[in-house]
Nanobody, 120 residues
């Protein structure tokens, strides 16, 4: 089993920045991919970014390209999401996900989420 704990959410004005963290514990050696998703009220959960933990390769969804950066600290089993130039439409609950193969919507492990609110 793998446990994921997110932190770093909060309220910020448009144009500001936040850094989210996702700390993994448990059988982390089984994980090959970690990612971030978000869900706003009344909307479906959508992908934000993912990182393949063994290679360090990354993928970003179009809505955040050029503004968000996903990174990892393998020694701490932690993945980060640096969010710059935040927009009100980035407001959502942000969830960390992890999977042995691919951290898509069907990822095996999920955190409880951290709220991000961007005001105009």
């Amino acid at each position: 089993q793998v446990q994921l704990v997110e932190s770093g959410g909060g309220s910020v004005q448009a144009g500001g920045s936040l850094r989210l963290s996702c700390a993994a514990s448990g059988y982390t050696a089984s994980i090959n991919c970690m990612g971030w998703f978000r869900q706003a009220p009344g909307k479906e959960r959508e992908g934000v970014a993912r990182i393949w933990t063994k290679s360090g390769s990354t993928y970003y969804y179009n809505s955040v390209k050029g503004r968000f950066t996903i990174s990892q600290d393998n020694a701490k089993n932690t993945v980060y999401l640096q969010m710059n130039s935040l927009k009100p439409e980035d407001s959502a609950m942000y969830y960390c996900a992890a999977d042995p193969i691919l951290c898509g919507p069907g990822a095996k492990y999920w955190g409880q989420g951290t709220q991000v609110t961007v005001s105009s």
